[in-house]
C-alpha cells in the first residue's frame, strides 16, 4: 500500500518545505525592517497559511490510508459477543417480573406476609 501513501507523502512533502521557506524568509524579514512592508508580510502569510493547509491535507489523506492498510488493533475473532439481543418486549416483561420480585421482597421485610 506505500504505492498509495508515497505519492501524497512526496506531494506534501512540497508545500511543508515551502511553507518553512517562507516563515524562515517572513522573520527575516521582519527581524530587517524597522518598518515592515504590510503587504509583502501579508502576501508571505497568506501564501504560507495556503501551502500549509494544503500539506496538512495531504498528510492526513496518507495518514488515512496508511492507518486503513496497517489496522494494527488488537482483534479477537473468537470473542463471545455481551450484546443484549433481547426485544423490547421482552426487556418489558423481565422488568416486570424482577418488580414483582421486589415488591414481594418488601412485603416479606415490611411484615406484609
Known amino acids: ?16 518545505a515551502r511553507t518553512a521557506q517562507l516563515f ?14 504590510r503587504d509583502r508580510v501579508t502576501a508571505h ?3 504560507a497559511s495556503q501551502l500549509e493547509a494544503g500539506a496538512r491535507e495531504l498528510k492526513s489523506k496518507a495518514d488515512a490510508i496508511e492507518s486503513a492498510v496497517y489496522d494494527l488493533k ?25 418488580g414483582r420480585e421486589v415488591m414481594q421482597a418488601l412485603a416479606v421485610l415490611k411484615g406484609e406476609q
Open 45 to 47: 502569510q497568506v501564501e
Open 74 to 98: 488488537a482483534v479477537n475473532p473468537t470473542a463471545r459477543s455481551d450484546e443484549d439481543t433481547r426485544t423490547p418486549e421482552a426487556l418489558i416483561a423481565f422488568i416486570e417480573a424482577k
Open 24 to 37: 524562515r524568509q517572513l522573520k527575516e524579514l521582519l527581524g530587517q525592517m524597522e518598518r515592515p512592508d
Open 1 to 16: 500500500m506505500k504505492v498509495y501513501v508515497e505519492p501524497l507523502q512526496t506531494q506534501g512533502a512540497k508545500p511543508a
